[in-house]
């Protein structure tokens, strides 16, 4: 069993930046794409940003590119989310997933593995 624990959440004024941490319990890891999504309160889960097990391909969605930045160190079993210019529409629970595969995909079901979340909320 892969667990990811999520952290780098908090409180930030929009315009500000925050940095998303995701450490993995397996080196394993490597092998697979990964990704982040986020909820918002009374929203389906959404895909944000996803990136394949070698870090060759990445790919973020329009409302976050320009501002949020995916990669991932193997080496360390962690993937990280730089946010920069956040809005007060970024603000929800973050997640990071791991893939049943080595490239990505926006579903969440192509992913099998899930953190437990952390929350990022975005003032005006």
Known sequence: QVQLVESGGGLVQAGGSLRLSCAASEHTVSSYAMAW???????????V?????????????????????ISRDNAANTL????????????AIYYCAR??????GP??????????????????
Do not use: C
């Not at 940003?49 to 969605?61: C, E, P």
């Not at 990280?80 to 603000?91: F, G, I, R, V």
């Not at 893939?99 to 990505?104: H, K, L, N």
């Not at 079901?109 to 005006?124: E, F, K, L, N």
């Open 99 to 104: 893939a049943r595969r080595p490239g990505t």
């Open 37 to 47: 999504f986020r909820q918002a309160p009374g929203k389906e889960r959404e895909f």
């Open 80 to 91: 990280y989310l730089q946010m920069n210019s956040l809005k007060p529409e970024d603000t």
């Open 49 to 69: 940003a996803g990136i394949n097990w070698d870090a060759t391909n990445t790919y973020h969605v329009d409302s976050v590119k320009g501002r949020f930045t």
């Open 107 to 124: 579903n969440t079901g192509d992913y099998i593995y899930w953190g437990q979340g952390t929350q990022v909320s975005v003032s005006a």
